[in-house]
Structures are given as C-alpha cells and as structure tokens.
RNA sequence: GCGGGUGUGGUGAAGUGGUAUCACCUGAGGUUUCCAACCUCAUGUCGUGGGUUCAAUUCCCGCCACCCGCACCA
C-alpha cells in the first residue's frame, strides 16, 4: 500500500470510529483481535445492506429464506469436510498439560498421520505411545479438533455432545434439503438462502475488516438438476461488460453472457449468479470500475467444484474477494447423505415409462434362511444385484460387506420380474453464491468516502447510495425559535414514523456545521426550514453530492422522501 | 505463531519521575445563522496488570490492541 493510500486508510477509519459506524469491539477491557461494532450508523447500515440483499434474491421467486443455530453438531462438520479441513488435532499430555498434535506426534510411526479422523488418531495414539515432546511423559488425555472452528459442548458436563460454532451458514440449507425439497412440491430449480454470523478463529485477523474472527455472511444454495439444461435469461446483461480473469490468465472485458458462450464459464446457472450478484453490488454502491470476476485456477479449486468465481472489489488493501460463487457439485448432498443414511435426493420423472421384463435371481426363503440366518438379507440383495443366472454350483458369492458366503443351488431361485419404472432419483447440483456481508460493506464505505475541499479546507462526504443510507433525511431548523423549531420537530417527527425511514433532527451549529455532519455520515438530503417556511409552508431541500438547493412544500416532502422521488425534483 | 513499529480526552497531536497541554469535535448560551464564521462557558484523557520508587503517564517486565513484513487462510 503506498503512503498516501495509508493515509487515507488511517483518516477513513478515525472517521468511522468518530461516527459511530464501525468501530473495535469491546476496547473498554482491551479490545479483541478480529471483531468489530457496527455503532450508532453502523449498525442501521448493516441492517440495510441485509435487507437488500435478502430482497435481491427473494425476489428471484424460487428462493426461500431460512435461519439455522450458529452452534452445530459435530457430525455435521465433519460430514461437510469441515472438521478435517478446518481443524488440528491436538492431544494433551496429562503430566504437564502441555497441547501437542496428535498428527506430528504420530510421525515417526505412520506414514501420513494428517490424514486420519479423529478416532483413528486417537487409537494411533494408544497403540504407538509417543513421548510428550515437553515431559516425555506418555499418558495422553483425549484428542480433539482444535484451531480454525470455535468449540463448544452442547450440554454440560461429561455427557455434553461435541459441538462447534459454523465457519459458515451453507450447511443449514442442506441439512434442510428435504423440507425445503417438500416445500418446492419436489420441483426444482430451487434455492435458499441464510444471512448471519459465522467463526473462524483466525490465527491472525489482519486489515481491518477483511479478515475477520466474527463475521456476517449471506450464502444462498441454488439446487438444479445436472440433466436439465438451465434456461436463464441474459438478454439484459448483454450491454454490461466486466474485467474478467480466467483461469490464472490476463483480464478480459466481456459481457457475462460472451463468457458463457465462449465457454469461459463452464455453466449457464453459475453465469447466471455472476450477472445477478453484479447487479446486487451496483445497485448496493460498489463502483462497476472496481469490481472483477476472478475464476479459480484448477488447482486452487476445492476437488469437488467444477467451476468458481469470485467477484472481487479493489479498495485499501487491493482487490480482495468479496464474494464467491462455486458450482459445487452434488459433494454436500452426498456427503450428507452418506454420513447420516438420509436420502437427499430429488426424483426426475421420465417423459415415458420403462417396462422391463427381467430375470433376477433371489434366495429361496426355506431353505437359505437357516443356512445363512442373520445373513439372509445381504445374501438377498447380493443375488438380486447378480447381472446372469450363475451356471455352476455351489459359487462364491461376495456380499456388500466384503466377505463372501458359499451358495448351494437349493439356496436359490430364479423369477422373472416384470417392473414398470417410471423415473429415478438424483442427487442434485448446487450451485452456491457466498457473500462476505462485512468485506461488501467495508468497500461500500471506502468507495463512497470521498475526500474534497470546500474553501480551501478538506471536506469529506460519504455519497453512500440513497439504497442503503443509514439515515435518509435530516431536518434543520435555520435558528431554533420563532416557530422555526416547530415546523422543523413536526416534520422530523413525521418522517420517523414512515416505514424504513430515519430522520435525524439537528438544531447545533452553524447551518453550514450541519450540512457538514450530515455529509460525514451520508445523509442524502437535508431539510432546512427557514423564514419563508414560516410564510408559505416551504423548506430548502439540499442534495448531498453536489450541494443543489430547490424548495419543496413541507407537506410534500415526506411522501418524496418515502418513495424515492426526490431527485426528480432536482432535475 | 515469528520479527519490526505504535498505544496520551471522541479525533489528531505536544510533554513530563511530583497525576498533563493544544487544536478540532461535542454540549449550553449569545448572534434574523443557507454550506465546519464569531464570542462566553462547560464536559472529557496517559491501553492494561505487575515491579522499582516516598512518588510512575514517564523507567523495567508481562498481557491486550492496532499498523507493517513473514507464515497461515474461504
């Protein structure tokens, strides 16, 4: 970063933290690393940007919202991978307490001990005995995951169930995959999204805002099937071209449906997300000149991902990726449904029927049941699965488990079987947008502060959209008496009571003082009531970003404020 | 986690072994006050814990936080 862009940094944040818009967590005890407040403005402009983004997407029509605990099971985490990508395992030695990892103590025993789960460790741990590095002591405790995710205990004491607070909000809606697959009545395409808080105890949370150990996340999960060629239409974004990467190459300035058709993108539903995820963002106030799609080289790809972009915004601390949109596969359903036996599967049903005359081979109940007993089942389902009749007997039969039981003839017989079927299941594809909610608002704010001068003193103004402007309207009596006060409180009182609407009453100051302070936090309009409202019901409304002044009706200017109408009547 | 730097009102700074100064900001009053004017008055600070000392914001040590490298990293 140059000295300049460091300058500015420094004045931008002392700004923020002055205002009341983002600021350390907790510093009265000392502060901690990788949290933020959002304070008096902060906290509105969260909820606003939220709230955009939430409506974004609802208003696809085939998305649903959900909410899900922060606090998950340990089996979830370890189904989605998380545990083991995520995570050190450490042991602690019960002499002298000192922490150790399990895998770098198994080293000179097994051949790549990073690879093994939990269970596995600590069994390793039993059989080979390795020396605490500290004590050389060999009484070891319990292994647990330790690092990136928060751990916690669902329940207390020694009966408490091994949890973790979610690094991220995605597995919620595929845990949820058959209600929400319910709720669809069985069709898809569909989506859900969740917005809220996500952990990672980063070992060192750096640049401010960007890396976080607390942070806010939107994820949407959009399910399709593989087979079905999506029909998306991007006839509107055919005009709009982005600075595009692919592949670890130079950039490009394409439209995103020219990247589709050349086949830079690999898939029309993950186009489709990029287009939508730009509009978001502009429409949220990321300037289009500093944003890029980056597409992740093969071997920065997670290996179950066919295709990944990121939308990333240029700002203080470079281009940094805000938001990341991944063609997943079918890896979290499966791995889902593997771990916990649950079908997460979507029916496709076939235009026409098939009907299938089919010999299969099956065991003779009477005669099989007391020869296999318990086994009886496994033997069924191993015959049945047989492609031909077998000729000789008695054969080997190798069973799901991996043992194989000897079959006499009188052991089976042969049907044939007259199916009709009528479709099949899947796994569906998912295709997931995840955006980092603070990285967003963290540019949003640094794109929008601008640093002018005004009489040859610096001036600063925050030209945050009118979308998500903490504060819509402040009210400025020119001197508070003479009736002046009155009109002015009515008129703040008025434009509070709006729905979505804040207004902020400011009477201290200079006029001048206070067109400056509302143009710190930005406030897209101010209302001055002077003399002349007091004679014919009208006020100076003023524009923030270029300081244009036109008089408007008191009485009108709720309904303007509330419906966005106001900067026609600059015009 | 390693190395380097930095912590003084809300912000930005000055300074000191005897508990601290300035500007801006903020608040009250005055000024018929439309782009940080002016006058009067007021609120508010030495990151934190320990040590040395009669006395520590100042010296020493630990911790915490922030910034810069490195490492780590959806």
Redesign the pocket.
């Known amino acids: 970063?140059s000295e300049d862009g460091?300058a500015r940094l420094?004045r931008l944040n002392?700004m923020l933290?002055?205002r009341s818009i983002i600021l350390?967590a907790f510093e009265i005890h000392?502060?901690?690393?990788?949290m933020y407040d959002f304070g008096a403005i902060g906290g509105r402009l969260r909820n606003r940007v939220n709230q955009m983004w939430l409506e974004h997407w609802l208003s696809q029509g085939d998305v649903v919202e959900i909410n899900c605990p922060t606090v998950t099971p340990y089996s979830v985490l370890e189904a989605s991978g998380h545990v083991g990508?995520f995570s050190d395992f450490l042991v602690s030695c019960s002499k002298c307490g000192e922490a150790s990892r399990a895998d770098h103590l198994l080293e000179s025993h097994l051949p790549n001990p990073d690879s093994l789960g939990k269970d596995e460790l600590g069994a390793a741990i039993v059989k080979y005995q390795p020396e605490c590095p500290s004590c050389h002591d060999i009484q070891w405790g319990e292994v647990s995951a330790q690092n990136l995710m928060f751990n916690t205990t669902l329940g207390a004491g020694s009966g408490g169930r091994e949890a973790f607070i979610r690094?991220?909000t995605a597995q919620g809606m595929f845990t949820n995959f058959q209600s929400l697959y319910r709720h669809f009545r069985q069709r898809l395409p569909f989506g859900a999204v969740q917005i809220g808080k996500g952990y990672?105890n980063?070992?060192?949370?750096?640049?401010?805002m960007i890396?976080l150990r607390e942070f806010n996340m939107g994820e949407l999960e959009y399910f399709i099937d593989p087979e079905v060629e999506p029909s998306h239409d991007f006839s509107c974004w055919k005009e709009d071209i982005f600075s595009m990467l692919p592949d670890g190459q130079d950039a490009v300035n394409l439209s995103i449906p020219d990247a589709l058709e050349s086949g830079m993108i690999r898939h029309p539903t993950v186009a489709w997300f990029m287009a939508r995820t730009a509009d978001l963002l502009l429409k949220l106030g990321i300037d289009g000149k500093r944003l890029r799609f980056r597409q992740?080289e093969s071997t920065e790809m997670a290996h179950y991902a066919s295709d990944?972009w990121?939308a990333e915004i240029e700002g203080s601390y470079g281009w940094v990726?805000c938001v990341?949109i991944a063609h997943r596969g079918c890896y979290d359903l499966e791995a889902h449904e593997t771990h916990t036996g649950q079908r997460l599967k979507a029916w496709r049903g076939w235009a026409e029927s098939v009907e299938r005359k089919r010999t299969v081979v099956t065991i003779d109940g009477a005669t099989a049941g007391p020869a296999f007993r318990s086994g009886a089942g496994d033997v069924k389902q191993a015959l049945e699965e047989l492609d031909s009749v077998p000729s000789t007997f008695p054969f080997i039969l190798k069973l799901h488990g991996g043992e194989s039981v000897e079959v006499l003839e009188e052991h089976i017989k042969v049907e044939e079987r007259h199916e009709v079927i009528n479709g099949e299941w899947f796994t569906p594809h998912v295709v997931e947008p995840?955006f980092g909610i603070d990285r967003i608002i963290w540019h949003l704010l640094d794109h929008a502060w601008t640093e002018t001068e005004?009489?040859g003193?610096p001036?600063?103004l925050l030209a945050l959209s009118p979308n998500i402007a903490p504060i819509d309207v402040a009210v400025l009596p020119?001197?508070?008496k003479g009736g002046m006060d009155i009109l002015a409180k009515n008129l703040h009182l008025e434009l509070c009571s709006l729905s979505g609407i804040l207004s902020n009453y400011d009477a201290?100051?200079?006029?001048?003082?206070r067109?400056?302070?509302a143009d710190?936090i930005g406030i897209p309009w101010c209302v001055?009531i002077?003399?002349?409202s007091l004679d014919d019901g009208s006020a100076?409304v003023?524009n923030r970003d270029d300081?244009e002044?036109v008089r408007v009706s008191i009485e009108e200017i709720a309904a303007l404020i509330h419906n966005g109408g106001m900067s026609e009547r600059f015009s």
């Open positions: 970063m460091m420094e002392s933290k002055r350390p000392g502060g901690a690393a990788g990508e690094p991220e990672r980063e070992i060192s949370p750096r640049q401010g890396r992740h990944c990121d990726e990341g995840a005004k009489n003193e001036y600063s020119l001197m508070e201290s100051g200079s006029i001048g003082r067109y400056a302070r710190e001055t002077d003399h002349q100076t003023r300081q002044q």
